[in-house]
């Protein structure tokens, strides 16, 4: 974990030495003081030499300047050090979940995500700067401060080094309980992200249920156990304050008792009245870097639970990966399934397969389709029938876990990622724009793509007609989430930024549910006109979207329960023609055929 971390300092290195150097320095001037102060007092006012007090005095103030400078400068390069580091390790997370499969990706929840590249990285970043500021400068400051006072009186020294080890005792006591609350506080941040998340994605659901009451008793819910677990850790932790206080104020006065008795007692030659004032100040030195040790060590270890999630985050590895020498060239958009069993949570090659596989059970079982280039193939089932799953497979968003699968007459893992997924154009279920003009959106397809391309591929999708009537046209603005605009028409806007692409493959995994019958067909038609030769698969609940394919696959259990034409499949499939006849007649969709196929 900390090497994966530490290589994310990147260029901020030498801004991460600078600080313990500038800190060590800072310490150093500090440390002087307390010694030029006894001087003054027993070489300067006790023997009444004005000028020794001015040269100490002088001295004084360079060190105090010197030390104040070095704390600057420590300050200055610590926080750009910290808050690079942090940079690096958000650009790194996310870079690194561009790169997840969909089968990282189902490890995490969003919130989770959110709350990692959030509120963990600052808390990691404030735990760095502790480190390279208050972990270097405490314990120098604490060694420092208790040599000098063992030099200038052995006897009285032993008082702080009693008080060290009690006051240590007791500050680790406090910190290892915190450390249990605050590890757990990183939890109640993903509840309360998701709470959020949820709310504000459903927030049209909520106010037309008028749920709104509902919403936030929960959202007050998760502040209140984030709060709760946040007094636990604070209420422990706030026992620092008077442990060090009952510590200081009892070293002060040993010391002073114990100091004066000395200097009474041996009429000063053993112990001078400046070195005295000197051991306080060591006193105050030696309890408040025990005190920034202990705050800095609390830091650290509530940061460690954010370390830890990142660094998880960070070391998550791609379940799918280019092979050594990969294809970068698909000859065309066949499409070939040899025996294809899958299942969530495990691809192909993953150890103990068999035992994974008895206790979970296959999404696909023994799939064999052969499907040429530039035909037409409906593909129908009820919900739950592994219809998205099976194209899922093709543009390899998830690996096969038995068999295989082939585009181009070659298996879809011998191919580069990216060139693949390029010939490979699927408009998902769930239809995502993103803010920006319509034609930043289509853009997602071809980022080169000129505006009469850009056009060209709307009138295939039939969303020409509603775009123009817009006042800005294809420059209107498009809010977050495709808010603006209906189902149908999101719908339309996606199909056309996936023709962008020209792939040799279009999958619509239901991509036209949410338009007429009538612009349905438009679409086909277009299809079957303008790109012959880009293999198109439908996925559909209504016949009448498929009816026209070349083929249709009915899907049962994740089974294919058949495949042939509209009129083969009305004479040979008993599921298909009662779906036919139930739609026909009643306007019913697949799932009405009588269970979840």
């Known amino acids: 974990m900390l090497k994966t971390l530490a290589s994310y300092i990147k260029e901020f290195k030498t801004d991460s030495l600078k600080t313990p150097v500038y800190m060590i320095f800072e310490v150093i001037m500090e440390m002087l003081i307390p010694l030029l102060m006894a001087s003054i007092i027993d070489d300067g006012v006790e023997k009444g030499d004005i000028g020794h007090i001015y040269l100490m005095g002088a001295w004084m103030i360079v060190a105090a300047f010197a030390g104040l400078t070095a704390g600057v400068m420590g300050g200055k390069y610590g926080a750009r050090a910290s808050a690079g580091f942090a940079k690096n390790l ?185 070195d005295l004032m000197s051991l306080l100040a060591y006193c105050m030195n030696i309890l408040m870097s025990l005190m920034m040790l202990s705050m800095a060590f609390v830091m650290v270890t509530m940061s460690s639970a954010s370390a830890k999630r990142i660094a998880e985050v960070l070391n998550e590895k791609s379940t799918l990966q280019n092979p050594p020498q990969p294809d970068v ?14 299942c969530y949570g495990r691809s192909s090659g993953t150890k103990d397969a068999d035992e994974q596989d008895a206790g979970r059970g296959m999404v696909l079982s023994d799939i064999n389709l052969d499907i040429h280039a530039g035909e037409t193939i409906g593909i129908i089932g009820g919900t739950g029938s592994s219809k998205s799953s099976l194209v899922n497979l093709i543009s390899r968003l998830y690996d096969v876990t038995n068999g295989c699968v082939k585009v181009g007459g ?22 995502v724009l993103f803010s920006g003009t319509i034609y930043d959106n289509l853009r997602w397809g071809d980022l080169h793509a000129s505006e009469e391309e850009c056009k060209r591929a709307c009138r ?123 739609q026909n007649g009643g306007g019913g969709d697949f799932d009405e055929h009588g269970g979840d196929h």
């Open 329 to 342: 060239t698909v000859p065309d958009g066949s499409i070939r399934f040899e025996h294809v069993d899958f």
């Open 460 to 582: 295939l999708a039939c969303a020409d007609e509603f775009i123009e009537a817009m006042p800005d046209g294809y420059n209107t603005y498009i809010e977050q989430g495709g808010t603006n605009v209906s189902g149908g028409q999101k719908q339309r806007l996606c199909i056309a930024r996936a023709l962008l692409k020209k792939p040799k493959i279009l999958i619509l995994d239901d991509s036209t549910s949410a338009v007429d019958t009538a612009t349905d067909a438009k679409i086909r038609k277009a299809f079957a006109q303008e790109i012959p030769g880009t293999t198109k698969l439908i996925i559909a609940q209504r016949i009448s979207s498929v009816q026209q394919a070349d083929r249709i696959i009915v899907l049962e259990h994740g089974q294919v329960n058949g495949v042939g034409t509209h009129e083969q499949l009305l004479e040979s499939n008993a599921i298909y023609r009662e779906v036919y006849e139930s």
């Open 410 to 431: 070659k298996d879809v893992r011998s191919y580069d990622l990216e060139t693949l997924r390029n010939e490979v154009s699927v408009v998902l279920q769930k239809n």
């Open 90 to 274: 958000r650009e790194g997370m996310f870079v690194n979940i561009q790169g997840f499969s969909f089968e990282n990706i189902d490890k995490y929840s969003t919130a989770g995500l959110v709350t990692r590249l959030t509120t963990d990285v600052t808390n990691l970043q404030n735990a760095y700067q502790m480190i390279l500021r208050m972990c270097v400068r405490a314990p120098f400051s604490l060694i420092i401060a208790m040599v000098m006072s063992f030099f200038i009186s052995a006897k009285l020294a032993r008082v702080y080094l009693i008080a060290v080890l009690v006051l240590g005792g007791f500050l680790a006591i406090i910190t290892v309980n915190a450390y249990k609350y605050f590890s757990a506080v990183f939890e109640k941040y993903d509840d309360l992200n998701a709470s959020v998340q949820e709310n504000i994605a459903a927030i049209r659901v909520v106010k037309a249920y008028v749920r709104e009451d509902f919403e936030i008793g929960k959202f007050q819910k998760a502040c209140g156990n984030l709060y709760m677990m946040f007094i636990k850790a604070e209420s422990i932790v706030a026992y620092n304050a008077p442990a060090m206080m009952i510590t200081v104020f009892s070293c002060i006065l040993g010391i002073s008792w114990l100091g004066a008795k000395i200097i009474v007692s041996t009429n000063a030659t053993e112990l001078q009245t400046g």
